[in-house]
């Protein structure tokens, strides 16, 4: 079965500030990744994805990921933080093959703090 | 284009009483649909699942039962609440052809007193 870790609940960090987002998944077999954004009381949107083709995946705010196979990692990135990218960020996985019984395993999110 | 509606948004209701929370997905036919509760620094528990009309699978024994009475309407109902059902519960679809990525709605916050 798959599973996704994100090891970090909380990351603080400065206004125009670089972040990592950390995001590890475990899986014997080929997967699809993705980030969501969970602002406050909303649902969640769907930041990014990768399916195949190119390892490096970028959102149209910023954000980029890349998917790793050899680390089984799929971090989130942006060179410049905005006070507006304040929100929880899920990881989440689903295998690549199969039919309609196929489920997305999220992470426990991580609440990215982004302060003036 | 697609859209998925969840109502009520906020609910406050004492423990006993029935619940009903409801989802539609508007824009596409057959979906694959979902209910999720999330709970304080517990990330997403995925709850029940429906592939369509009247099918729905359970993920975890829990008091709350799922119903898909049409294609693009789900239902998440108790009978008696408790507190541990407290929490924000998402709908959410996606399409049944190929694996890919969830669409959800707002989310309804469940309140048991």
């Known amino acids: 079965a798959q599973s996704v870790t994100q090891l970090d609940s909380q990351v603080p960090v400065f206004e125009e500030a670089p972040v990592e987002l950390r995001c590890n998944y475990s899986?014997?077999?080929?997967?699809?990744l993705f980030w969501y954004v969970q602002y406050p009381n909303q649902g969640l949107q769907l930041l990014l994805k990768?399916?195949?083709?190119?390892?490096l995946v970028e959102s149209i705010n910023g954000f980029e990921a890349e998917f790793n196979k050899s680390q089984t990692s799929f971090h989130l990135r942006k060179p410049s933080v905005h006070i507006s990218d304040t929100a929880e960020y899920f990881c989440?996985?689903?295998?690549?093959?199969?039919?309609?019984?196929?489920?997305?395993?999220f992470g426990t999110g991580t609440l990215l703090a982004v302060q003036p | 284009s697609q859209t998925i509606h969840q109502w009520p948004a906020t609910l406050v209701q004492p423990v006993g009483s029935p619940l009903s929370l409801e989802c539609t997905v508007e824009?596409?036919?057959?979906?694959?649909l979902y209910w999720y509760r999330q709970a304080a620094g517990r990330g997403l528990q995925l709850l029940f699942y429906?592939?369509?009309?009247?099918?729905i699978s359970s993920e975890v024994p829990q008091n709350l039962s799922a119903s898909r009475p049409q294609d693009r309407q789900f239902i998440l109902s108790s009978k008696k609440l408790l507190l541990s059902d407290s929490g924000f519960y998402l709908c959410?679809?996606?399409?049944?052809?190929?694996?890919?990525?969830?669409?959800f709605g707002e989310g309804s916050r469940l309140t048991v007193l």
């Open positions: 899986s014997s077999v080929s997967v699809y």
């Open positions: 429906s592939v369509g009309i009247g099918q």
């Open positions: 989440a996985v689903t295998l690549s093959y199969g039919g309609a019984t196929n489920k997305l395993i």
């Open positions: 990768y399916l195949s083709g190119s390892t």
């Open positions: 959410a679809w996606r399409s049944g052809l190929a694996p890919g990525e969830l669409f």
């Open positions: 824009g596409t036919s057959n979906p694959n």
